[in-house]
């Protein structure tokens, strides 16, 4: 696979610019080129191929994969081949592997500092001249120090054209690499962590109360093996009510020893009940040497967050302030009502005494 694109300036980019570019520039380079590239008629166009030596390890490999023990090393070769009209002049070097965020492998960019594949990859030269329509092959050496952790570690050997301008006068840099997947012998302890769960709900305006639910978290390869795995996620209300499960998940590209990854789980039409458990159940996938896939044990992480329907709870709150009016208020014509009937019970009683005083004075007076 061929991979062409602007090379940084230093006086027209910012450093932050360059090694975005640079980054831009590899995120292709790790398959092998096995097809003959057609001779170069524009300035983006690769005119050579790169492919796995024949050897020991086998013939028409795809990428390189060692098992090596520390202190050990293993010798293989890069076949060149160059399909165009002229000779090409290379640079040929190794650099870590990293998971870039679209998922896939990358590699430091040139002149970063390697300190696993890329710096235990030597070859004798880093250039190589071959003439046109030639075949050249590069050995290299894997050379694993002693004190190297066990576990596995990713990288690439890389081929580069180098800074070229092209027509509009825009210098690129021409890159092919093949990966390197290393696994230095030893005990190997698979392990994955689920870190910085959270779970939101964004249906507080809903009508109805429902909404999409949102789970979130973050998967970090603590072990020292490469790991992927397979997930699942659900979202309940209180007491697991209304559980609601999401969709097959995505699985999580392959992670690297100490790498993580950000899951994001969309849950649709969750109702809202005041506040949501979201839980993530993971299942680590551990790839041996010879491809077999088997499973750990799950993990799993929960998560709290609110649930509020406002919409619903706003309603709720004007029919409850409705129903305290009322009965206020109906309160207040109890009182008044009774307050008028003890006034109007007071203004009788007085009236009696006063009549019935009036009687006795005439009483006396009339005896």
Do not use: K
């Not at 300190?115 to 235990?120: H, N, S």
């Not at 180098?162 to 890159?175: K, T």
């Not at 990966?179 to 009508?207: C, F, H, K, N, Y």
């Not at 019935?356 to 005439?362: C, Y």
């Amino acid at each position: 696979m061929t991979t062409t694109a602007p090379a940084a300036r230093p006086s027209a980019r910012s450093p932050r610019t360059v090694t975005t570019v640079l980054v831009a520039l590899l995120v292709s380079a790790l398959v092998t080129a096995l097809a003959p590239t057609p001779a170069a008629h524009a300035a983006d166009e690769v005119t050579w191929t790169v492919r796995t030596a024949s050897n020991e390890f086998g013939a028409d490999r795809t990428s390189y994969a060692y098992t090596v023990d520390p202190g050990s090393s293993v010798d293989d070769g890069l076949v060149i081949a160059n399909h165009g009209d002229e000779a090409l002049d290379l640079t040929v070097y190794a650099a870590d592997g990293y998971t870039a965020d679209t998922g896939s492998l990358d590699l430091l960019v040139a002149g970063a500092t390697s300190v696993g594949v890329g710096a235990w990859v030597t070859t004798p030269t880093r250039a190589v001249s071959i003439p046109a329509g030639e075949t050249a092959t590069v050995p290299f050496t894997v050379a694993v120090p002693e004190n190297a952790t066990p576990g596995d570690y990713a990288g690439g050997i890389v081929t580069s054209l180098g800074a070229q301008e092209d027509a509009e006068d825009v210098s690129v840099d021409r890159r092919l690499g093949i990966r390197i997947s290393l696994r230095v012998a030893g005990a190997l302890s698979p392990r994955l962590a689920i870190e910085d769960a959270q779970v939101t709900w964004d249906g507080g305006l809903a009508l109805f109360g429902t909404g999409d639910a949102t789970l979130r978290y973050t998967l970090h390869n603590t072990g020292n093996t490469t790991l992927s795995a397979r997930q699942t996620a659900t979202v309940a209300g209180p007491f697991g009510w209304f559980a609601t499960h999401a969709d097959d998940v995505e699985a999580p590209p392959a992670l690297l020893p100490g790498e993580s990854w950000t899951i994001s789980v969309p849950v649709p039409d969750v109702p809202g009940l005041l506040w949501l458990t979201g839980t993530a159940a993971v299942v680590p996938l551990v790839t041996d040497a010879s491809g077999s896939i088997t499973p750990l044990d799950a993990v799993t992480a929960m998560a709290v967050g609110a649930a509020v329907p406002w919409v619903l709870v706003l309603i709720v709150l004007v029919a409850a302030a409705l129903v305290v009016l009322g009965l206020r208020l109906r309160r207040r014509r109890r009182a008044a009502a009774q307050a008028r009937e003890e006034a109007r019970v007071q203004e009788a009683v007085a009236q009696a005494l006063a009549e019935a005083g009036e009687r006795e004075a005439d009483r006396v007076t009339a005896s």
